[in-house]
């Protein structure tokens, strides 16, 4: 079992800029790929970055370009720098692991596309961190 605990969401101006955290615990040996999911009052939970393996990442494109993941696998940590936060990134921010290569490759295209993905579809979830970016 893996457990995953986000931390850093907040209250932001639009333009302004916030750090996300997720730090696992458990058996961390089974976080083979991690990525950050957000869902919106109303809306599906969707896919915005993902990390695989050594360092493959994926963004959503409604982020890329104003979003950084990382990773530190010392510290069982994975990071979301979010910048240029607009009203349209408000969301509770879900952080996801999962174990297996097919399963991680399912995690990438969900965040490529930035399409949904329901609380069944991966094996590891945290509580969530909420976003609120207001004008």
């Known amino acids: 079992q893996v457990q995953l605990v986000e931390s850093g969401g907040g209250s932001v101006q639009v333009g302004g800029s916030l750090n996300l955290s997720c730090t696992a615990s458990g058996s961390t040996s089974n976080t083979y790929c991690m990525g950050w999911f957000r869902q919106a009052p109303g809306k599906e939970r969707e896919g915005v970055a993902s990390i695989v393996g050594g360092g493959t990442i994926s963004y959503a494109d409604s982020v890329k370009g104003r979003f950084t993941i990382s990773r530190d696998s010392a510290k069982n940590t994975l990071y979301l720098r979010m910048n240029s936060l607009t009203p349209e990134d408000t969301a509770t921010y879900y952080c996801?692991?999962?174990?297996?290569?097919?399963?991680?490759?399912?995690?990438?295209?969900?965040?490529?596309?930035?399409?949904?993905?329901?609380?069944?579809?991966?094996?590891?979830w945290g509580q969530g961190t909420p976003v609120t970016v207001s004008s």
């Open positions: 996801a692991a999962e174990s297996t290569y097919p399963k991680c490759v399912r995690m990438q295209t969900t965040v490529i596309l930035g399409a949904s993905a329901s609380a069944s579809e991966f094996m590891y």
